[in-house]
């Protein structure tokens, strides 16, 4: 144990300790009575406390040495505060500093990364081989409480070991005020009543433990214990682990007792999913239910310790099970072996993409026919950096496995982007247009020379038809669908080259330099944060997931969630370190966007540390000069990564960069005009709100899916509601009224289990149930080139109505259970303003008497719904106003019929049964 003493005025601590009269006193008695005459006293009055107290932690003594500072605190809080004193020095060498050391706020409930509550009425307080006399501490000596905390954390940590980085037990003071909380539920889980009140019988006391894990050794499957030969360290080993100790012989050689985790995982933990060792700390998972059972609690009761909250990562991963014993193959529901199965097919894609366009006098090799050869094949899709909430699937029809039975004639999925670069070559024109042409060509070749591989070789891994664009090309490859464009550095040299660029150029500029050079970038950034954290890449996708079930789907970039939680894990100012799992990942990104000041301070995310001090301070002037001097201006979410500031690919040319400085540095490239103001503050409320919810429910033990659902009050709140036709939705797990977590967020059959993530999934692979088609193993071509890319009405069509109608409503939807499309008339929209030939679109005049002198003009109501219906008129099947718009505009009835029945009303030309067939009556509304 260390012990320290305090200095006493103008003095070090040794002269203190030299200088005190207690320690003086205890030498003179040590001398003249001894109390121990065999062994002797120890030496000094250091050496006295730290043999003889009964304080397990550490001790601080006062000057006199009679007292000790810490003698309340506890020693998993003692190692806590060694702990962050150590991350303390590190920041201190840093600058920026002060708001890292004082400013933020680190409780138990938001610094740890997994949580078990223990009842204390399942500890098996009878038998006196668990929870008797303990390092000569008895729980009559020292209290249960005080007993148990002891115990319970010298035995988890000596059998974690390496696998934890910090264990918390949860003593009175350190837990974390949530306001949502009760007030009858004390915040450190101690239960509490008044003194003059009876102790009440519902209420059970319960033991908190908190866990921060280590991600880089926390899936170590296998504890090595001593020799066959160390009887002694046999018998310890065998006393920590039990029944779970076997003899193995090691590839070293070594024959030694141990415990191997992986056959144990499944049999102590439960329901185990996909990849948990390394996102979730399922095998600390494993050991903490079964120290707890074995030492600690009565027969039966370890397995139920689970970590709290944990059937979350149903939502982005499959239960642990064998292909023979469940409808859902392993490939489907393990997301991340997803993920690397599209990475396998890439690198094979890219290999047959290079080797096949560089010349050679080889016969057997075939020629894509390409007038320059590749350079390289550049990743730019989510699917390529595990962030893909449902990553693609293998399809029969593009060249998948075939199991016959009907599959989906559309591959549901968005195609997976990469861009491939051709080497250096003055062949290029020297005109953008010409460019142009010249890249569209290119694809036209490519296109041409797989098809004559096609025809040429019976295994080729190309199939499904193949799309060229004039900016892209679509085609089949492994089962995949794959989207390939250009990248020409010849067309950005001349635009960056330009000494007086006009608008048209500096836009075609703006939009090369984000498709080809910052995605390439930001691809690599967030790769190497999924890489190295594998965490992270869950939280993103459960984001997303979260994003969409509140409706807010398309209207938050992608790139800006994957910033936001590289901006959590790479956080060098976070007190707390990196989360080593998906629960504590996704809190923090909510409490990072609904806590950071958007208005007034831009978020930097620099994973690898490239900016230096200059580089920050100028995204800084750059903030203010976009905010202007009211701060109303400028991107609403300002998020700048490292690439933003640095560009490595042409910066080695200054004289072509000249003008391109304008243009360049300091700016987000993602955030740049979206999301807009209203959509920023509602995804940041909304964050709060699921923030405190969920501390609640590891407070109280709460259903955590009201955090990824949206109220009835809520969907009142937009001004009209489109209704979608149920045929194009593959399923409802994931719907914004929690239709899906109804009956659970995981289904447990007699033979199989499933996830939402999993049952979502197969449902997304399977695809629409009216484009599904019977299709045997010995596929014909024909089939094989119906098969539809691409394929998204929803999606497409709510792109339509925001590219058409964005400047008069925004439209919210959930990309992944469509049941409605919610409309939210903008505050301008029914604004009166004066009357235009370039304004008169939807306008007509404000008042219907004497419309000729009038010059003002309101939106027309029925214009606009008739747009509605001509985009949407194949997914809307109905639709119901909420908000009509404001009453001066007489255009809207003063009761709320459907859309239909007001545009019917309007146009005498159609008939009254069209208006019958799609009104919607007020008892519908409890379908959206």
């Known amino acids: ?289 079964h120290i707890i059972g074995l030492h600690f609690c009565k027969e039966g009761t370890g397995k139920k310790h689970k970590f709290l909250l944990r059937d979350i990562v149903g939502l982005v991963d499959g239960p642990r099970t064998h292909d023979s014993t469940t409808s859902v193959p392993r490939s489907i529901s393990n997301s991340t072996l997803a993920h690397r199965n599209i990475l396998n097919a890439f690198d094979a894609l890219a290999n047959v993409l290079r080797r096949n366009s560089e010349k050679t006098n080889r016969s057997d090799e075939l020629q894509l026919g390409l007038p320059l050869p590749i350079d390289a094949v550049e990743p730019l899709s989510a699917s390529l950096r595990y962030s893909d909430p449902f990553p693609p699937i293998p399809h029969p029809l593009l060249g998948g496995s075939k199991k016959g039975g009907k599959i989906s004639m559309h591959i549901p999925y968005t195609p997976i982007k990469i861009q491939i670069r051709f080497g250096s070559s003055s062949k290029w024109p020297n005109d953008i247009k010409s460019i142009g042409a010249a890249k569209t060509a290119m694809l036209i070749q490519l296109a041409d020379g797989i098809e004559a591989m096609k025809k040429q070789r019976e295994n080729c891994d190309f199939a499904g038809p193949i799309i060229v664009t004039p900016s892209y090309l679509l085609l089949g490859f492994r089962g995949y669908s794959w989207k390939i464009v250009v990248r ?66 398309g209207l938050i970039p992608f790139e800006a969630v994957e910033l936001l939680v590289a901006k959590v894990y790479s956080d060098g100012e976070s007190p707390t370190g990196a989360p080593s799992s998906i629960l504590s990942g996704f809190l923090r990104v909510l409490h990072l966007l609904g806590t950071h000041d958007w208005i007034n301070c831009p978020m930097i995310v620099d994973p690898q540390g490239h900016l230096e001090e200059k580089e920050i301070s100028k995204i800084h002037e750059q903030f203010q000069k976009d905010r202007s001097i009211d701060m109303s201006k400028g991107p609403n979410m300002y998020i700048v990564a490292a690439y933003d500031c640095i560009d490595s690919s042409f910066d080695d040319n200054e004289e072509k960069n000249a003008h391109w400085s304008k243009f360049k540095l300091s700016k987000p490239s993602f955030t740049a005009s979206s999301p807009e103001k209203v959509v920023l503050f509602r995804a940041t409320t909304l964050a709060q709100r699921s923030y405190k919810y969920l501390l609640e429910c590891l407070h109280t033990g709460g259903d955590w899916t009201g955090a990824f ?139 219907d008497s004497d419309w000729k002198k009038d010059t003002l003009g309101i939106s027309n109501a029925n214009d606009i719904v008739r747009l509605l219906r001509q985009v949407s008129r194949d997914v809307v099947i109905d639709m119901k106003i909420l908000d009509s718009g404001p009453p001066q505009a007489k255009i809207m009835p003063k009761n709320k019929r459907s859309l239909e029945e007001v545009d019917s009303a309007s146009d005498s030309e159609e008939d009254e049964s069209d208006s019958d067939d799609t009104s919607t009556d007020d008892s519908n509304e409890s379908d959206h």
């Open 1 to 289: 144990m260390a012990v320290s003493v305090l200095p006493s005025a103008d003095n070090t601590e040794a002269q203190t300790i030299a200088s005190c009269k207690t320690a003086k006193i205890y030498l003179k008695n040590v001398k003249e009575s001894p109390l121990d005459s065999k062994n002797g006293d120890p030496k000094t009055l250091i050496d006295c406390y730290r043999i003889n107290s009964t304080s397990s932690g550490m001790m601080l003594l006062d000057s006199k040495m009679l007292g000790n500072y810490l003698e309340n605190l506890s020693p998993s809080f003692c190692d806590s505060l060694q702990l962050q004193a150590t991350r303390t020095l590190s920041h201190l060498n840093s600058t920026g500093n002060f708001k890292t050391l004082f400013m933020i706020n680190t409780r138990f409930w938001n610094s740890l990364d997994a949580y078990t509550k223990i009842n204390m009425n399942d500890f098996d307080w009878d038998n006196t081989k668990k929870l008797g006399n303990w390092d000569g501490n008895s729980p009559s000596d020292l209290g249960q409480i005080e007993y148990l905390s002891r115990k319970l954390s010298y035995m988890l940590k000596r059998a974690l070991g390496d696998r934890i980085i910090d264990l918390r037990i949860l003593t009175s003071g350190n837990g974390c005020n949530v306001s949502t909380v009760s007030n009858e539920i004390d915040s450190d889980e101690i239960p509490t009543w008044n003194i003059k009140s009876e102790d009440p019988t519902d209420k059970t006391e319960t033991l908190v433990i908190g866990l921060k894990i280590n991600a880089e050794t926390c899936h170590r499957a296998v504890d090595r214990g001593p020799p066959a030969e160390s009887v002694a360290e046999v018998r310890e080993f065998e006393k920590l682990w039990g029944d779970v100790v076997e003899l193995r012989r090691f590839k070293d050689g070594a024959i030694v007792h141990a415990v191997v985790w992986d056959s144990l995982l499944n049999h102590n933990a439960g329901f185990v999913y996909e990849g948990v060792e390394r996102t979730q700390g399922g095998i600390v998972e494993c050991i903490v239910q």
């Open 488 to 553: 020409a550095d010849p067309e950005l040299y001349i635009l960056r080259g330009l000494h007086k660029p006009n608008n048209e150029a500096l836009s075609l500029l703006y939009a090369l330099t984000k498709e080809h050079i910052t995605s390439s970038s930001h691809h690599s950034t967030i790769h190497a944060v999924h890489t190295l954290y594998p965490s992270a890449g869950h939280v993103v996708r459960l984001f997303q997931q979260w994003l969409a079930t509140h409706m807010l789907s």
């Open 709 to 847: 659902q949206e109220t009835r009050s809520s969907l009142k709140s937009y001004s009209l509601l489109m209704r979608i036709d149920r045929n194009y939705a593959v399923d409802n797990l994931l719907c914004s009224t929690g239709e899906g977590f109804a009956t659970k967020q995981t289904v447990k059959g007699e033979k199989e289990m499933k996830s939402i993530f999993s049952q979502h999934a197969l449902a997304v692979y399977e695809g629409s149930k009216i484009l599904q088609r019977k299709v045997y193993r010995n596929l014909n071509s024909k089939q094989m080139e119906l098969v539809l890319h691409d394929w998204n009405p929803i999606r497409d069509t709510v792109h339509m109505l925001r590219k058409q109608l964005g400047s008069r409503a925004l439209f919210f939807y959930n990309e992944f259970a469509p049941q409605v499309i919610a409309v939210l008339w903008r505050p301008t929209t029914f604004k009166s303003i004066t009357f235009s030939v370039m304004n008169s679109e939807f306008l007509r005049p404000v008042s």
